[in-house]
């Protein structure tokens, strides 16, 4: 600081969404819930396949008629799609719960440049940790599995590798949902609440209604149609599943972007 | 010399309740501002305003010329302390000033720099959560001067410090000041302001009510009295009245007496032979002047009639 001068001159340029990337990304590593979420989701989802995929094993060869050797392979999948969920809705949550949103939107103040480097910065994570996971539950059914009297199976067998990286894209799109719905709820509690009804509880209620409408749900469109390799005809193609999800997503961070535009924090 | 904040016929309304209403006023730079107001007269939704986080109903405020939002480099150009918890439980001191000092292009040195400004080096890895209120305080100092602002605002700084913090706060203002910064310093605490700002924004109810100087305001409200305490009041108070004086009878059986000199009372006690147990000169402080002008709106627009410094506006408004 120099005496008698009212500030330093400022350096050419503005702020903008590189700096706000870099702010949230550091945001993002530097407390420990971070952490903590990606271990569940990571642990969570590992242990689940071994499991289930485990018990799948040991049948005689008879009992593999349609068995879907990828899809079972997917099968913890439902976990990481909680977890992922909350650690986006904490990416916003955590900053209206502490204050931190008052010196966020000090330091950034055009408020879609602060939303989108948040949503940049999780979406990113929850697409690497989504692709790591069915990479790595695919690597863990072969293995489980081939012990199975099962054919054999392989990334280059048809449909398989699209399976396994689109199941990977759905995990980034639920991260980017749940952070959504946290910038709109700005609740930790209910943003996790509504998040878990969104993807469990909705196709619970719709299967008992009338038109199957539970097939157009994330949850069933991610189990049955894009972590599907046999295809089943009760569900939607992966290439609808995969424009409804997209859908849904960009409707709920449209939500989250008026609200954080519109009501000041 | 230009004003860096300018704050025009700014309002701010939530529902029904106007919080702030038609508020006009200026900072500028060198000295530093005290913006004073009892709890609730809407100093910190002003400041919100001011940076942004609050929209105004209607009106403007502005920091070099420009809405918050469209500064270039708003860290670098405005520090604000407006709440000593905007930080995250979980995240070290470190980590909490880096993150912000990302969103500006400050480079990382600065960090380290402004923390031992505040006097946290020691604690500059622990977790913000386990801080007390004044660490946070400090924390909070530390980002407001991270971009090496010319302009900053401060709500409430001295807000759960220890003597010692408070005087920090208060030498940290002056300073900042004397280089030439502008400084704009909210406070209920009318002692804190005589002793930390040169000049004043007062409200009361979301409307100004002066704005004006520290000395201004003090020689303009309630002025100086001469207290007296004698158990032949009638006495007194007609000889008062017939030397010119003003006299103010005081639940406690003393007399205040204005318009006159300590010296011209104890002459005229003499002259009347009373008995006089006490005769106090009483300096009107900042806080009776505050008191005085914020009691209610008819006392303060008879005031606002016969003194220039005062500003009568905004009461209209008033739901």
């Given amino acids: ?265 | 010399m230009s004003s860096v904040i300018s704050v025009n016929s700014l309002t701010k309304q939530f529902g029904n309740a106007r919080v702030v209403s038609n508020l006009n006023f200026e900072v500028v730079p060198g000295v530093v501002t005290g913006f004073l107001g009892p709890n609730g007269s809407g100093k910190s939704t002003t400041m919100r305003m001011i940076m942004g986080l609050d929209t105004p109903t209607s009106g403007t405020a502005l920091v070099n010329g420009k809405r918050y939002a469209e500064l270039n480099w708003p860290l670098r150009e405005v520090g604000a302390l407006l709440d000593a918890k905007a930080f995250h439980p979980a995240r070290t001191a470190y980590d909490h000033l880096r993150c912000l000092a990302y969103t500006n292009g400050i480079p990382l040195a600065r960090v380290e720099e402004v923390i031992s400004i505040v006097g946290l080096t020691e604690v500059a890895n622990k977790r913000a959560g386990k801080f007390s209120l004044g660490m946070g305080q400090r924390l909070g100092m530390a980002g407001a001067l991270l971009g090496d602002p010319g302009v900053l605002l401060f709500d409430e700084p001295v807000n759960g410090l220890d003597p010692e913090g408070i005087r920090w706060v208060r030498n940290l203002l002056r300073g900042l000041a004397a280089e030439g910064r502008a400084v704009f310093v909210s406070s209920h605490l009318i002692s804190e302001m005589a002793l930390t700002a040169d000049r004043l924004v007062v409200i009361g109810r979301g409307a100004l009510i002066a704005d004006t100087t520290v000395r201004d305001f003090t020689a303009l409200n309630g002025g100086d009295a001469v207290r007296v305490v004698t158990p032949h009041v009638e006495r007194f108070v007609a000889a008062v009245r017939r030397a010119g004086g003003e006299v103010d009878l005081v639940p406690d059986e003393s007399v205040a007496v204005r318009g006159m000199t300590s010296a011209a009372v104890g002459e005229l006690i003499a002259r009347e032979c009373l008995v006089v147990h006490e005769l106090t000169p009483v300096r009107a402080s900042l806080e009776d002047a505050f008191m005085e002008l914020t009691r209610d709106a008819v006392e303060y627009r008879s005031a606002g009639s016969t003194q220039g410094a005062l500003v009568g506006s905004g009461r209209e408004g008033e739901p």
Avoid at chain 1, 55 to 77: C, E, I, K, V
Avoid at chain 1, 87 to 113: D, K, N, Q, W
């Fill in chain 1, 1 to 265: 600081m120099t005496a008698n001068t009212a500030a330093p001159a400022l350096p050419g340029g503005r702020y903008g969404l590189r700096q706000a990337c870099r702010a949230e990304r550091a945001k993002l590593f530097s407390i420990r819930s971070t952490w903590w979420t990606l271990f569940v989701t990571v642990v969570g989802t590992l242990v689940v396949t071994v499991l289930s995929t485990s018990s799948a094993a040991h049948h005689p060869r008879g009992w593999y008629q349609g068995f879907d050797p990828t899809n079972q392979s997917m099968s913890g999948l439902a976990i990481g799609a909680l977890a992922i969920g909350v650690l986006g809705a904490l990416v916003f949550t955590s900053e209206y719960g502490s204050g931190t949103i008052r010196s966020s939107m000090t330091a950034t103040p055009r408020r879609l440049s602060f939303l989108l480097a948040k949503l940049l910065v999780v979406g990113v994570l929850a697409l690497a940790v989504g692709e790591m996971l069915t990479f790595s539950c695919f690597a863990l059914g072969h293995a489980i599995l081939g012990s199975s009297p099962l054919p054999a199976w392989n990334l280059t067998d048809p449909g398989v590798l699209r399976a396994v990286v689109g199941s990977g894209v759905t995990i980034g799109l639920l991260g980017l949902m749940g952070a959504a719905i946290g910038a709109a709820v700005r609740r930790t509690a209910g943003a996790i609440g509504i998040y878990a009804a969104f993807l469990f509880l909705l196709p619970l209620l719709l299967t008992k209604m009338p038109g199957n409408l539970a097939r157009f749900t994330p949850l069933i469109i991610i189990a049955n149609s894009i972590a599907a390799v046999v295809r089943q005809g009760a569900f939607v193609s992966p290439l609808v599943g995969f424009v409804l999800l997209a859908c849904y997503t960009v409707a709920i961070i449209l939500l989250g972007a008026a609200v954080v535009t519109r009501r000041d924090p």
